[in-house]
């Protein structure tokens, strides 16, 4: 989580939040399938990688509005 944050920042203070809002999405799908793949399906790691990529979604989402509302 701490990584997507810092490429957001990052995105917002050098005008390029799409390609980095993309590139820090990529980390929460790895994050899932190393999860299962290490802990089983059933675990409580594979549990919270999942809920934090249904946290992302909104967070992408309105990222993206506020990028849009200031022309980023």
Avoid: Q, R
Avoid at 11 to 34: D, H, K, Q, W, Y
Wanted: net charge positive; hydrophobic share 65%; aromatic share 10%.
């Amino acid at each position: 989580m701490k990584h997507f944050i810092i490429l957001i920042i990052i995105a917002f203070v050098i005008s390029c939040a799409p390609a980095a809002m993309i590139g820090a999405s990529n980390f929460f799908e790895l994050a899932v399938a190393v999860a299962i793949a290490l802990f089983g399906i059933d675990s409580g790691a594979s549990l919270s990688t999942v809920v934090g990529v249904l946290i992302e979604v909104p967070v992408m989402l309105s990222l993206v509005k506020l990028a849009n509302k200031w022309k980023y």
